[in-house]
């Protein structure tokens, strides 16, 4: 079996080489055929490892396996070698089987793109990076993934490369991942620093030997969650996301919703049991959490852009994500991050097949009335919005409520920020869904004429992310609910250390747990109900740019703001000390002084010519005077 | 034997190419350069890490004041010489589409150069380094001075006498060395680390400063770097390949060779001071090259970061950092080999390498916009480039020295990201204008230049066991010296 794990990788990085090398010889159909193909390999392969893992008998949960020594200095060394356990395996599901379909997706949304070699070659790369980050059985190997798809990230929301402001986009996004990679790489090496390792194995191994609240565990806790704010946009590492729109939109499903943005999960949890042993990171980890979802959520309401506020909303779950962490309940971070998924997957190639369907509009503003144009589109949003909203028994509901139990159960204030959050994620979703499907049709004309329902390699991905999205949630049925919660026991081996360490969770009651839940849908509904009084009934459309806001109003449609605040406050200042160190510095103490130097010496050589007097006596005179005061400056010594 | 080959092959091939006419000067140089790669090859394949210096040659040369002939390859040297060889072959392609004047002139020197370098990675003799270390200022002289651009009477003098002080004072000190041996007194190495190891803290200290300030100067660090911006924008494309590419690692070579083992207690007392200076250049480099306006400037300014980082990671005595320093300076120079051949292809299209009057290349050139990337995800060490190996390890042994100092140097993760990808967006990206519309992709030539180089950075970058494995032992045992005097420092 284990030999197997090497191929998962593998096969979408040959696609990614075959497409690459090949290139002009291959017709669309072939790309299309090798990069969904190869992607698809993965998929049956990590299906087959998954059932492997759901039969394995207990203390056999993971397998590993190393291709070879990749680097060694001193008492350094890493391999390159995989492990594949619950969590991996989990996640090598959702990235090959979504990935899957959003492969396929492509292939009708890219079908009249120039680059549709070049898309396919980038989203083959992509997926064997996240494969990487994934199975990587050593940190390092992790980076490698991490950073390699910041660089797909990169290539691809620059995708469209003769619009600047895309390249824009896509430098600022590497360049605050950058920021966050470098507080994990060095909390990587401070592991290795004390740890004598940078294998997971032997790193989570050692660890118990440390009591609760190291000071090292907490500095590398935090540097590694520095990290994962970079990578899945949590305050004040974000602002890269929402501007990640610009690249095409089966992009801002696959890497800025499913999988990339989610590696920051991914991480902390694998690492459950260092940030156990680190409270005071763990209580870090919920705030930003928190903030970011309330923060993003409010962003959310104003926006006007649909996948604007899609990529919000998915700021702003990764945020209730980390809330779920930082609380400790690492399964349901990792539950919310698969039906997350699954919703937001669908939610954003519902958006590219409104987007395909307008030629090309993507304002809310000139939407309206889709729902008989599109109409396979409009169900399964229908059933996204209603997945992210959190209404039962679609898969957002047990994800988020199981979220906003354990928040109850650490601490009724967090319960009341995070229920905010999704109240908010149910209010800004239904705007946008009746903006885009109820009422008439506001697009132009010109544009109207041209709407269709996308074809059958759009809609048959959009309808099993649907199913995906109806019935995800019930692989973790609570017990409240009657479930047996199947995910929690298949994750089980890879918690058990943490939950050994930490002390007894005190549960909720089923009575609380059920009273918390019922106020959360019955306050989603009514958010839902304002939302539909507001812009179906009330026939609302967001005022258009010339039109003056309100300050408030218009402060949250800017969105705060806060990219004109780091340009003021770190990009201005940055660039104005590099132009002082280049003009004042470089020409004018350094080169000064060494071009003084220079004529110091040249004047000096000018005066001592003087002294060759071409009389031999004077010059052994000279030496022997030289050689006393060497001598002399010597004994001095 | 081999050693002395590696030596004298390209001094005598430049000697056959004097009596050459000028068509056939290019064709002869590449395939000498390329034999020279051949010799290289042959002494890889029979070198033994464990084994400390081989294919040992030592005659008298000037017995009376106890200076020979003396060399050898240790695994140190020899990813240098290695390096050398490399590049040579790919830096005289790279020429091939150029029309030089006095073509027997220019490729003559490259060859001259090429075998002074050599001759500085594998003497073991002092006197003989510093022969060698001279040696190779001169034709990179006359080649910045007769075939360089702009100005370049008053910078290639600049560069000359600036380098020259440097070495002057290494002089000094090598010979100071030499008066300490005991008895008859010899230049050898091992007669010279003796002597040295033997000198008082203090007296080691003040050699450290003179060893150092040639060193120094030549990779360059903060702050002795100002010749070098200018220097490589004045010299012609193969001229700035040498010099960035082989000729500053001379500066490093000689800190590991002749600086380390030679006072280490000295050592040991400055290092910290080269240390800090290293990481502050690495900051103020990095700003610097982010205003730059010039694309060859930039690279300049990139080059003295990257530099930096490799001399405190070697400044920190630790195994991983010495070891990340020795594969660096095998990926810095590929890598700069490609970046100034890019410049140097897009300045033959456009006639310009200010970065503002480019844009949009992307579209003509597809081949060259992916070698582009590739090389630049080597320069700003992306995981699975060649850079990443040594930033990783360097960065590394720097924290392990100090978390904050570390945390410094690692910001040229993030600097290095910002000037290489604003200079890659505003020349290849966007929409393209008059000087780029008819931009022409990679011919041939260029080909076989570049993308031999693309696939050492990321063969580098997945499997660079087997470099590492080359300087693994040579490095342990340079450590052991220097670890014993750590030990009795504390």
Known sequence: ?637 | MLTTALIFWPLAATLILLALDAPLAKGWALAASLVELLLTIIVVVQFEPAAGNQFVVNYPWVASLGISFYAGIDGISLLLVLLTTLLTPLIVLSSFKNSYDKPVSFYSLILFMEAALVGVFVALDGFLFYIFWEMALIPIYFICLRWGGVNRGAVTLKFFIYTLAGSLVMLVGLIYLYFQTPGQHSFAAEALYAAGQALPASTQGLIFWAMFLAFAIKMPIFPFHTWQPDTYNTAPTQGTMLLSGIMLKMGIFGVIRWLLPVVPQGVNEWASTAIILSVIGIVYASCLAIVQKDLKRLIAYSSTAHVGLIAAGLFTLNKIGMQGAMIQMVSHGIVIVGLFYIIDIIFSRTSTQEIASLGGIRSAAPLLTTVFVVVMLGSVALPLTSGFVGEFLLINAVFQYNHVVGALAGLTMILGAVYMLRSFQQTMLGETNTRTRNFIDLGTNEKIVLYPIVVLIIIIGIYPAPLLKISEAAVDSLWNVIANYQAVNQ
């Not at chain 1, 190393?66 to 090598?92: E, R, Y």
């Not at chain 1, 064997?128 to 797909?152: A, R, T």
């Not at chain 1, 590497?174 to 990587?188: C, H």
């Not at chain 1, 930003?288 to 700021?315: E, H, R």
């Open chain 1, 1 to 637: 079996m284990s030999d197997l794990i090497g191929l998962i990788p593998l096969a979408p990085l040959l696609g990614f080489l075959f497409i690459g090398l090949v290139n002009r010889n291959l017709t669309k159909g072939w790309v299309s055929f090798i990069a969904c193909g190869s992607v698809f390999v993965s998929f049956v392969i990590s299906i087959a490892l998954f059932i492997g893992l759901l039969n394995a008998p207990e203390g056999q949960s993971s397998l590993t396996f190393t291709a070879f020594d990749w680097i060694s200095a001193g008492n350094f060394s890493v391999s390159f070698s995989f492990l594949v356990d619950p969590l991996s395996s989990l996640m090598m599901l959702i990235i090959t089987g979504v990935g899957f379909l959003i492969h396929v997706y492509s292939v009708g949304y890219m079908h009249d793109d120039d680059g549709f070699h070049r898309f396919f070659m980038y989203l083959n790369l992509f997926i064997f990076f996240m494969l990487l980050l994934v199975m990587g059985s050593n940190y390092l190997l992790m980076f490698v993934g991490w950073e390699g798809v910041g660089l797909c990230s990169y290539l691809l929301i620059g995708f469209w490369f003769k619009n600047q402001d895309y390249n824009d986009a896509a430098k600022k996004a590497f360049i605050m991942n950058r920021i966050g990679d470098l507080g994990l790489i060095l909390g990587v090496i401070l592991i290795f620093i004390h740890f004598g390792s940078i294998n997971y194995q032997d790193v989570f191994a050692k660890a118990g030997e440390f009591p609760a609240g190291a000071e090292f565990i907490t500095w590398i806790t935090i540097l590694l969650f520095v990290g994962a704010i970079g990578k899945s946009a949590q305050i004040p590492l974000y602002t890269w996301l929402p501007d990640a729109m610009a690249g095409p939109t089966p992009v801002s499903a696959l890497i800025h919703a499913a999988t990339m943005v989610t590696a920051g999960i991914y991480m902390i949890a694998r690492n459950n049991v260092l940030y156990t042993l680190a409270p005071f990171s763990l209580e870090i980890v919920t705030i930003i959490g928190l903030a970011t979802a309330v923060f993003a959520a409010t962003i959310a309401i104003a926006q006007t852009d649909i996948k604007k506020v899609l990529a919000y909303s998915t700021v702003s779950q990764l945020g209730l994500m980390f809330v779920a962490l930082g609380v400790g309940a690492y399964t349901t971070g990792i539950f919310h991050m698969a039906t997350h998924a699954f919703f937001k997957a669908l939610l954003f190639l519902g958006a590219g097949s409104v987007i395909h369907g307008l030629s090309g509009e993507q304002d809310l503003r000139n939407m309206g009335g889709l729902r008989k144009y599109l109409p396979v589109t409009f169900l399964t949003f229908l059933i996204g919005t209603l997945a992210i909203a959190g209404i039962p028994p679609f898969a957002g509901f047990f994800s988020k409520d199981e979220i906003l139990a354990n928040a109850f159960a650490h601490s009724p204030v967090i319960w009341g920020f995070a229920a905010f959050a999704s109240l908010l994620t149910a209010f800004y979703m239904f705007r946008l869904f009746f903006l885009t499907f109820s009422g008439s049709t506001r697009a132009s004309e010109e544009v109207k004429h041209h709407i269709h329902e996308s074809p059958k390699s759009m809609t048959v991905p959009l309808m099993v992310l649907a199913v995906l999205s109806l019935v995800g949630g019930f692989m973790g049925v609570p017990e409240v609910l009657g479930g047996s919660h199947a995910l929690n026991h298949f994750l089980d081996p890879v918690f058990a250390q943490s939950k050994a360490l930490s002390e007894a969770h005190h549960h909720l009651d089923h009575n609380t747990e059920f009273t918390l839940m019922g106020t959360i849908v019955g306050l989603t509904l009514v958010m839902i109900l304002i939302a539909y009084f507001m812009y179906v009934r009330g026939r609302r459309v967001p005022a258009p740019d010339t039109v003056t806001l309100n300050a408030a109003h218009k402060l949250v449609r800017n969105k705060y703001y806060i990219d004109e605040l780091y340009n003021a406050v770190i990009v201005k200042p940055l660039n104005v000390l590099s132009k002082v160190f280049d003009s004042l510095v470089e020409k004018l103490v350094i080169d000064n002084i060494v071009n003084g130097t220079g004529k110091v010496v040249t004047w000096s050589s000018k005066t001592l010519r003087l002294i060759q007097t071409g009389n031999t006596a004077f010059y052994i005179f000279a030496m022997v005077i030289s050689i006393i005061i060497l001598l002399a400056a010597k004994s001095l010594i």
